[in-house]
């Protein structure tokens, strides 16, 4: 794990109750829809491979959604969505392990387990399809990466620099995201993905990940070599009331005619 200096304090306090948060009391295994695959058939049918999230709150948003996470995923599965994110943080997100299962099983795509997973038995607290490990946060990342494909799970490995990006691949990864987002002043740079895409092999899924708002910003991240988006605040519109969510992922889709 990477030094913790240059955290802003509010991702501290998501890592320190990462550390304190106990696993599953039992190994836990799942039958994977794939990710890989999904993008695909998203793409043959003419749409940007969007990975929606169902984020009810975070750190950076700005109010509360208590939407039931079931209504918001189909909503986003309408929209066009490839594959849907679910935050199970519940401290600083509002998550939970029960709204991933509720959503997995209301949907026909994949879902993404969205957390700080920092150990083995964290792993074994839901099954998911996919589940997100943060470069940066993981003491053996390899071993983490290798107990996740063990329960079944397709890993996502989070990186912000080539230098993560470098250790994601040492431990095997064949989905990486680039998170656009600084870990130290929480501000956004779609440059970041610009800047790490090149150094990507072409046999691993690359999703962009934080900062893509509009339209634009899809072709700008799909310019640079994205394979799929994930996207949260843009579709959930934390603090703008009752939004369309199928008509925001529509928008960022190009579904059915969208921008």
């Known amino acids: 794990m990477n030094s913790e200096t240059e ?13 304190e948060r106990s696993g599953g009391p039992e190994r836990v295994a799942a039958d994977a829809r794939s990710l890989p695959d999904a993008l695909e058939r998203a793409e043959a049918a003419g749409r940007d491979p969007v990975i929606a999230e169902v984020k ?25 969505a490839a594959a849907i994110s679910v935050l199970t943080e519940p401290t ?6 029960e709204a991933l299962t509720r959503v997995r099983e209301a949907v026909d795509v994949p ?39 063990e329960r079944g799970f397709q890993p996502l490995v989070e990186v912000h620099d080539r230098a993560e990006l470098e250790t994601a691949l040492e431990a ?10 600084d870990l130290a002043r929480l501000e ?52 703008e009331g009752e939004t369309d969510v199928a008509a925001n992922t529509r928008r960022l889709t190009g579904a059915n005619g969208g921008e």
């Open 7 to 19: 955290l802003a304090p509010a991702v501290a306090s998501i890592l320190e109750a990462a550390r």
């Open 56 to 80: 009810p709150t975070s750190p950076t948003a700005e109010g509360t959604r208590d939407d039931d996470p079931v209504a918001l995923a189909e909503a986003m599965v309408e929209g066009g």
């Open 92 to 97: 600083h997100f509002g998550g939970s392990p």
């Open 111 to 149: 879902v993404l387990r969205k957390d700080f997973v920092l150990r083995e038995d964290q792993l074994d607290v839901v099954e998911a399809d996919l589940v997100l490990l943060i470069a940066r946060f993981v003491d053996d990342l390899a071993a983490l990466v290798d107990a996740a494909r």
């Open 172 to 181: 095997g990864a064949e989905i990486v995201g680039v998170n656009n987002r």
């Open 188 to 239: 956004v740079d779609l440059e970041t993905f610009e800047s790490v895409a090149p150094a990507v092999p072409d046999d691993v899924t690359l999703i962009a990940e934080s900062g893509v708002s509009d339209p634009a910003d899809v072709r700008r991240m799909r310019e640079a070599g994205a394979d799929a988006l994930l996207i949260g605040s843009a579709i959930m519109d934390h603090g």
